[in-house]
DNA sequence: AACAATTACGGAATCCGTAAAAATT
DNA sequence: AATTTTTACGGATTCCGTAATTGTT
């Protein structure tokens, strides 16, 4: 067996090429270095360096050892947060999701979900399936199924996008507007959208974009002015109220028709969590707004 | 960091099921195996193990955290193996193949080829990609390319299969054979001919095949009956003879024309080792018996 | 002279085994 | 009674730091 802190000095050798500045690097003497190299070599059976009196450097070998030493060291810490990460996850479940609607309706129904739910505040997770298999997240919303054979996917509803337009808009005079019809103008969107994101800016012609990352710096904004600005059929979602309740300014809110301003919510979990995460999902569907 | 000793302790324990049985299994004491699981718990922080006076058994954490284990453990000891064998490959040329045809060539070349090349005996390697990532073989000789970004493949040439025939039997009062000629005949085959084997058992109708796994044995069964058995262009292969030469029997030799019959040969190598592997695949095309 | 690597020696930390205790089947 | 786990204590191994040595730039 290759010991852990002597892979650690490898690896940091490879990094600063001498000894010396590996035991600085790593709060150690040099001689410590020296035996810990000599040792991993004898455990080995393998020439890792070049020694000549004043100079050592890695052998062809050497180099390949330690790329292998970085990447055993790398899943040695991974699988210690993988293990901490699901002990965690049996006390707590935790949710997120690579767009913010799902979280939104999850946040307003909060007091009918289990105590122990704790819902993350980023809306775009970079690895969703990475993050399941982690245990970093027990349950993952996306707009795409995860595919995977550890992963179930259940359908949860459909998102809708729509835009507040100032009511003295031309294009605000219809019960529906395109993308198309929103060519040229220049919208306030928050930042952490997700896939929104892409979906805008890829289907509404010569638009502008300022993205806000404080969503009360936002509403601000958009209190004051009349930039038109995006929502959906659960952004912001209060299932006591009508939609239409939430319009208090001069604006018309508009559904949008295109087929890309439609998005499928799917809610993501290893198969071995089912039974944990099932209630969530149930009152989740039994409440999700299908406007 | 999480110890090795301590991870071989856990995954021990979850197949043995007390700490009695690990500490003999492992050849320590009891009180070490103690020791150690404790330790191990207050490394991650995490609960292991759920204790009674004379019951301790694993939870649900700990049974993920041994699983993972394992795979650390294993991941260790494959690195280990993978050093050492890329070390001695800087050495010599291992060179290894799924069907016998190139190793039987290479071996009649062997004065042209460098001095540290070592031909694998087996025909049918199980992994010829992960032989090549783990530095097992630096060569590789398939019928398919293995496709892999990090892998090279270069074709060979082909080989075309040819059944020895009594010269009475009717079939062989023609030039060339088909599979379904040698319909209800029985053969005498080598077992380790790699994909060969299904070739001519998925094509030939009502075959029977009696496999010999001693070469020698199998030349003397043919010798003294009239068992049918199978030839290639390569196989036997002496460069200096006509291929004619290699029949010493009352049997003739006859091509078989299917086109399963026709095997491409392709040699595959880490990208990383082409200049290592050019000269000898150079010299094996320059030799290449395309009959 | 300054720097880098190695060796020698003594101390410190860790790990292990023996012995004993506690509790269950 | 036999097993299993845990704790206590002492020894042994391993690992590390300081100091000194060698050789190069």
């Given amino acids: 067996m ?7 000095e490898l690896v940091t050798f490879a990094q600063t090429g001498t000894l010396a500045k590996t035991a600085a690097t790593l709060n150690v003497t040099q001689p410590t270095v020296t ?3 000599q040792k991993l070599e004898t455990d080995l059976g393998v020439q890792l360096f070049d020694r000549q009196p004043n100079r050592i450097r890695l052998t062809a070998t050497g180099k390949l050892a330690a790329r292998e030493a970085a990447k055993l060291l790398q899943a040695n810490h991974d699988t210690a947060i993988r293990i901490q990460n699901f002990d965690r996850n049996q006390r707590v479940l935790k949710v997120a999701a690579t767009l913010p609607g799902p979280m939104i309706v999850l946040q307003s129904l909060k007091d009918q979900l289990p105590a ?12 969703p399936v990475e993050s399941l298999r982690n245990h970093a997240y027990t349950l993952v919303f996306t707009n795409h199924p995860l595919t995977a054979t550890d992963i179930t996917n259940q359908l949860i509803g459909t998102e809708n996008l ?13 019960s529906t507007v395109t993308f198309a019809d929103l060519a040229g103008l220049s919208f306030v969107v928050p930042v952490d959208i997700g896939p929104w994101r892409a979906i805008i800016q890829d ?4 638009a502008k974009f300022f993205y ?5 710096a936002l509403a601000e904004i ?3 002015s009349d930039f038109p600005y995006f929502a959906t059929n659960v952004s912001p979602f209060d299932p006591t109220l009508p939609l239409e309740a939430t319009v208090n300014d001069n604006r018309r809110l508009l559904p949008i028709s295109d087929a890309a301003a439609h998005m499928s919510i799917y809610a993501n979990y290893l198969t071995a969590a089912t039974s944990r ?8 569907r039994a409440s999700w707004p299908e406007t």
């Avoid at 122990?116 to 690895?127: I, T």
């Fill in 2 to 8: 290759l010991d852990n802190y002597l892979l650690q």
């Fill in 35 to 37: 035996r810990g190299m």
């Fill in 116 to 127: 122990n739910l704790q819902l993350a505040p980023v809306a775009s997770l970079p690895e």
């Fill in 162 to 174: 729509a835009i507040h337009l100032n009511k003295f808009m031309y294009q605000a005079n219809q």
């Fill in 203 to 206: 289907n509404i012609p010569d």
């Fill in 212 to 216: 806000q990352k404080e969503r009360e």
């Fill in 222 to 224: 958009t209190k004051f």
């Fill in 277 to 284: 995460v099932t209630p969530v999902i149930t009152t989740l």
